[in-house]
């Protein structure tokens, strides 16, 4: 199927053309009027002589008069109809983009939308997880064996959530006092009591709270990019309990991002000229389709104070976002969906 924008640009061409060839017949006729009017001054200056050439010259007076209305006509004519033209079809383009854009944005929605209900999952996990007895007991007891247990109890756990770097339980002074990778148990014994994570689960004021943080690297496990989640674990499990400690889940977010930008419906073609991303609230990006700039890169997102749109910047690409619409209990942080799409290129 033809290129709609080729179609456009081949009208906006043959405009140009048409008005270009016109001009230069309409040059060479009033060089040939020019002619045949000295033509017929000198044919008059030779008498009898020059009335032969003198038929001769207004035949090509007449033909070039002829000419010069028949090109004002065309001119007039063709003018018109392609000025018609190429206004339908930049018209046509327009409608095209705007249909275009407002599919990338639907796309960005979605993607957001996914990420919202796989983080929503973890931050009922976290409330779950930190009911279970064996990390209560670990807090409450404080000995190497109650350590332990909770250790292997939070290995079953990670053996089937594998979306999870770890998951830690840590003291009312900030120290992690059991942990569910064997892989990290230099995790056991740390001080994290600076972690925004922890501080936060520990103002939380019933069970039915938690904590959530923007993607970060953390040093203690080699940089991963990990998106904590956390809440107070609380006396006898309940609600309402004293808090004894924290827990906090360290969500795999690279592998688990990556897969939804990279998992946006697109056709092959539209993924050669598109970026899908998702950015936080200060529009830092977090995850990239091409997986440049991550973490490090601001995108220059101007929502207008919008939750979706999309908009045209100076190069032609095409800007869609949607903000984070949230999922039942978790209201998103603030996070939106971006896909910036580049013109197709003429064929």
Not at 69 to 80: M, P, R, V
Not at 183 to 201: E, L, P
Not at 216 to 223: A, I, K, S, V
């Amino acid at each position: 199927m033809s290129n709609p924008r080729e179609i456009v640009e081949l009208a906006h061409e043959v405009r140009r053309l048409a008005s270009n060839k016109i001009d230069d017949i309409n040059g060479i006729n009033r060089e040939t009027t020019f002619l045949a009017v000295n033509a017929l001054i000198e044919a008059a200056r030779a008498g009898d002589a020059g009335k032969g050439f003198a038929v001769v010259a207004n035949q090509v007076k007449y033909v070039a008069t002829r000419i010069a209305e028949i090109t004002t006509s065309l001119n007039k004519e063709l003018a018109g109809s392609l000025s018609k033209l190429t206004e339908l079809g930049d018209r046509m383009i327009e409608r095209l983009r705007s249909h275009e854009g407002q599919r990338c944005a639907d796309l960005a929605l979605n993607m957001i939308d996914i990420i919202d209900r796989n983080l929503y999952e973890r931050s009922c996990d976290v409330r779950w997880w930190a009911t279970d007895s064996a990390v209560v007991d670990c807090l409450k007891h404080r000995s190497d064996a109650s350590s332990d247990y909770a250790s292997k109890r939070l290995a079953v756990i990670l053996d089937s959530y594998t979306v999870y770097r770890d998951i830690w339980v840590v003291d009312r002074d900030g120290v992690v006092v059991a942990n569910g990778r064997h892989a990290s148990s230099s995790a056991r014994g740390q001080k994290v009591a600076d972690a925004r994570w922890f501080s936060a689960a520990m103002e939380t004021t019933s069970g039915a709270q938690y904590a959530a943080t923007d993607v970060e690297t953390l040093p203690r496990m080699g940089n991963a990019q990990v998106a904590a989640y956390s809440t107070a674990v609380r006396e006898g499990g309940s609600v309402a309990g004293r808090a004894l400690g924290a827990l906090v889940v360290l969500f795999d977010w690279a592998p688990q991002a990556q897969a939804v930008v990279n998992g946006v419906r697109l056709s092959q073609e539209a993924w050669q000229r598109t970026r899908c991303m998702i950015v936080d609230s200060s529009f830092r990006v977090i995850a990239a389709s091409d997986g440049k700039g991550i973490l490090d890169e601001r995108f220059p997102l101007k929502t207008d104070g919008k939750p979706s749109g999309f908009y045209s910047v100076s190069d032609g690409t095409t800007v869609s976002f949607a903000a984070t619409p949230g999922y039942e209990t978790y209201r998103g942080l603030g996070w939106y969906g971006v896909i910036c799409q580049k013109p197709a290129s003429r064929q």
